[in-house]
Nanobody, 117 residues
Framework: QVQLVESGGGLVQPGGSLRLSCVVS????????MGWYRQAPGKQRELVAS???????NYADSVKGRFTISRDNAKNTVYLQMNSLKPEDTAVYYC???????????WGQGTQVTVSS
C-alpha cells in the first residue's frame, strides 16, 4: 500500500507564498515521475509541475518562474514551492506518483490552496 500524504495548503494573499509537501510511504525512486496537479472548480485537472527519477523538471506555462518542484530523497518527500501567488492559482492541489508509463498513478488526498485578498 503506497500512500502519498500532502500538507501545506491554506489561504494566502495575492503575491504571497506557500510550500506544499508530499510525503511518500516508499522510496520515491520507485516512481519514474512525480508531479503536482491542480483542479479548480468547474475545470479539468491540470499538471502543474513534474520531476523525474533523474531530476528533470517540467512546468505548466502558467507557473513557470513562480513555482518550483523539488525533493528530499532522505525524507521521501516532494515539495512544491509557490511564490507570487495569483487568484487563478486557487485550486485543490494533488500529489501524484507513477511507477511506470503503463501503470495507474497513485494520488494524494489533495490540499486546498486559496489565493484571495
Amino acid at each position: 500500500q503506497v500512500q502519498l500524504v500532502e500538507s501545506g495548503g491554506g489561504l494566502v494573499q495575492p503575491g504571497g507564498s506557500l510550500r506544499l509537501s508530499c510525503v511518500v510511504s516508499t522510496d520515491i525512486f520507485r516512481f519514474y515521475i512525480m508531479g503536482w496537479y491542480r483542479q479548480a472548480p468547474g475545470k479539468q485537472r491540470e499538471l502543474v509541475a513534474s520531476i523525474t527519477r533523474g531530476g528533470s523538471t517540467n512546468y505548466a506555462d502558467s507557473v513557470k518562474g513562480r513555482f518550483t518542484i523539488s525533493r528530499d530523497n532522505a525524507k521521501n518527500t516532494v515539495y512544491l514551492q509557490m511564490n507570487s501567488l495569483k487568484p487563478e492559482d486557487t485550486a485543490v492541489y494533488y500529489c501524484s506518483g507513477n511507477r511506470g508509463p503503463s501503470t495507474a498513478p497513485y494520488w494524494g488526498q489533495g490540499t486546498q490552496v486559496t489565493v484571495s485578498s
